[in-house]
């Protein structure tokens, strides 16, 4: 963390005649401001650690981005694609994640969810059900 980030509240708190904020204090206001913008979530890779539909040998796979679905994407097992490509999603506060796999050329089935906050920072998430398993990297900004 910047010096910068943890003087500001400082400041402020002494001005107010509050005295110093601490630094988990001055973190937790920092971490407040970043969640009332916007952000952005892009998905950086994707890899598969074990298909749905292993007796086929491919996964006909898309991420669910908030309201964005990502383009689909054929994968085998131990396959890693970037795709980072496939779009963006703005949102405020929170949004979610979804992977999600086509079954019998039909229907889209959910293979886990995950909430994503608006900060600063790149994540790792491991979706999986009873059966798949997928390994995402997604880079989440706060926009100016």
């Known amino acids: 963390m910047n010096r910068s980030h943890l003087i500001a509240p400082?400041?402020?708190?002494?001005?107010?005649?509050?005295g110093p904020?601490?630094?988990?204090?001055?973190?937790a206001l920092e971490a407040a401001a970043a969640a009332t913008g916007t952000c952005s979530?892009?998905?950086v890779t994707t890899k598969a650690v074990n298909l749905q539909h292993d007796g086929s040998g491919t996964d006909e796979v898309r991420a669910h981005l908030g309201n964005t679905n990502t383009r689909t994407r054929a994968y085998t097992l131990g396959q890693r694609?970037?795709?980072?490509?496939?779009g963006t999603e703005l949102f405020s506060?929170?949004?979610?994640?979804?992977?999600?796999?086509?079954?019998r050329d039909v229907v889209w089935r959910t293979i886990d969810t995950r909430q994503v906050r608006c900060?600063?920072?790149?994540?790792d998430f491991v979706l999986s059900n009873s059966d798949a398993r997928y390994?995402?990297?997604?880079i989440?900004?706060?926009l100016p």
């Open 119 to 123: 900060e600063d920072r790149t994540r």
């Open 21 to 27: 904020v601490p630094a988990a204090t001055a973190v």
């Open 81 to 86: 694609r970037n795709t980072l490509s496939d």
């Open 135 to 138: 390994k995402t990297r997604a």
């Open 140 to 142: 989440i900004e706060v």
């Open 41 to 43: 979530l892009r998905l």
């Open 93 to 103: 506060d929170t949004t979610q994640l979804s992977l999600q796999v086509l079954v």
């Open 10 to 18: 400082l400041l402020v708190g002494a001005l107010a005649g509050l």
